[in-house]
């Protein structure tokens, strides 16, 4: 069964750091892949995805990530952190066809602190 | 304009009632779906309809009850609600031939008491 796993369910980072929030998908075949974020008390709003194009991609607010088809991963970071990156983000992974799911990890709370 | 819209955007209820919650996207899309994300945050998908035909139903109770009447709307009922319905629910739409992420509405928060 498609899946994805999200590494650490809280990240804390500094403000001006690096923000490295991890993905893994499990899949012989690779799938699309997205990566959304949740502010508080809001819906889910799309950052970036993968669809079998470029491996690295770049998405809103200065996040990419890079699909390693290797190490079947799809990280998503950020060069530096501000504070209102301060979110829960969700890894997602989805197959073509009818009756295909977006399925998401248990997704990461990320945590900006001066 | 809101691309997916949910209404209403909180429900406050009280056990054994039903309620319903409407969903419309304006995106053209052909396909939607409801998610449920619980207090941990986590997000399932209960049904998933394409050009009003039910595609996606998993191990929901049978006191949920989707409905679409058009392509451009999905709505939600909920019989003899229980304390363990409370949750955030989510409508989404999307194009299936695409290969997209779905576009989300901004949720319905209910709260069973």
């Known amino acids: 069964a498609q899946s994805v796993t999200q590494l650490g369910s809280h990240v804390s980072v500094s403000e001006g750091a690096l923000v490295l929030l991890r993905c893994n998908y499990s899949?012989?075949?690779?799938?699309?892949l997205f990566w959304y974020v949740q502010y508080p008390n809001q819906g889910l709003q799309l950052l970036l995805k993968y669809t079998s194009a470029a491996t690295l991609v770049k998405g809103i607010n200065g996040f990419e990530a890079e699909f390693k088809k290797s190490e079947t991963s799809f990280h998503l970071t950020k060069p530096s952190a501000h504070m209102s990156d301060a979110a829960e983000y969700f890894c997602a992974v989805r197959y073509t066809g009818t009756a295909s799911k977006l399925t998401f990890g248990t997704g990461t709370r990320l945590q900006v602190t001066l | 304009d809101t691309a997916v819209s949910q209404t209403p955007k909180y429900l406050v209820t009280q056990m054994g009632n039903d309620k319903s919650i409407k969903c419309e996207q304006n995106l053209g899309h052909d396909t939607m779906y409801w998610y449920k994300q619980d207090s941990k945050k986590f997000l399932k998908i209960m049904f998933s309809?394409?050009?009003?035909?039910?595609?996606i139903n998993e191990t929901v109770p049978n006191r949920f009850s989707p409905k679409s009447p058009d392509k451009a709307h999905l709505n939600l009922h909920i019989n003899s609600l229980e304390l363990g319905d409370s949750a955030v629910y989510f409508c989404?739409?999307?194009?299936?031939?695409?290969?997209?992420?779905?576009?989300f509405g901004s949720g319905t928060r209910l709260t069973v008491v």
């Open positions: 899949s012989s075949v690779p799938p699309y």
């Open positions: 309809y394409n050009n009003k035909e039910l595609i």
């Open positions: 989404a739409s999307s194009q299936e031939d695409r290969g997209h992420g779905y576009t």
